[in-house]
Nanobody, 120 residues
Framework: VQLQASGGGLVKTGESLRLSCVDS????????MGWFRQAPGKEREFVAG????????NYADSVKGRFTISRDNAKDTMYLLMNSLKPEDTAIYYC??????????????WGRGTQVTVSS
């Protein structure tokens, strides 16, 4: 598994971004994947997760109703659509692949993060 996250940037409150995570080795199709984030001075936290076939999704309470996780296994890519962004969403966002088909525990593989900054 080799993951690369992209799509971060600087936006204003209320705007949107879409993050992408590509598995260049094409080995995540049968595994759950997820997005995590880490703000300065804070621990990494779960944001959203998706099962291998997109049959189930999970979200942190702080992003429910604003963020949408999806994946396209044919493209070996996972996405995170982030709407109504708030300054507290500012963090480095990481994608990860679990060693299981549904979300649970901690991802085994991680990609490099992408910075999301939301200005007020």
């Amino acid at each position: 598994v080799q993951l690369q996250a992209s799509g971060g940037g600087l936006v204003k409150t209320g705007e949107s971004l879409r993050l992408s995570c590509v598995d260049s080795r094409r080995t995540s199709r049968n595994n759950a994947m997820g997005w995590f984030r880490q703000a300065p001075g804070k621990e990494r936290e779960f944001v959203a997760g998706i099962s291998w076939n997109s049959g189930s999704t999970n979200y942190a309470d702080s992003v429910k109703g604003r963020f949408t996780i999806s994946r396209d296994n044919a493209k070996d890519t996972m996405y995170l659509l982030m709407n109504s962004l708030k300054p507290e969403d500012t963090a480095i966002y990481y994608c990860g692949t679990y060693l299981r088909s549904v979300v649970g525990g901690t991802p085994r593989y991680w990609g490099r993060g992408t910075q999301v900054t939301v200005s007020s």
